[in-house]
């Protein structure tokens, strides 16, 4: 039997789709943070200013991928007691009744 890690929050039948919800963001935030890491680094018609906004996009991609599943998670488990933070980063039909 394995251990629920949303503390039965979420319905049984939405489960996986929390979960690869929460990979793909992940995924997706990373690879934006490359992308504009690459695309400030190697492309060399740009304008000085353009490059830090790049750099800065990219830091903020690569601090979104790692605390956007962590904050979701967080926010899951304790859904009752943060009810607007759970339902901003994740769907309301997932929730169950209480």
């Not at 830091?59 to 926010?75: E, F, H, Q, T």
């Amino acid at each position: 039997m394995s251990k629920d890690i949303f503390n039965g929050n979420i319905k049984k039948e939405h489960i996986n789709y929390v979960k690869y919800t929460l990979l793909f963001s992940s995924i997706f935030f990373f690879a934006a943070c490359l992308y504009f890491l690459l695309t400030a680094i190697f492309y060399e018609n740009i304008e000085y200013a353009a490059k830090i906004f790049l750099f800065i996009l990219s830091g903020l991609s690569l601090l979104s991928s790692v605390l956007c599943p962590i904050l979701s998670i967080y926010a899951i488990k304790t859904y009752p007691k943060h009810p607007k933070l759970a339902k901003l980063l994740i769907k309301e039909f997932v929730f169950t009744e209480f």
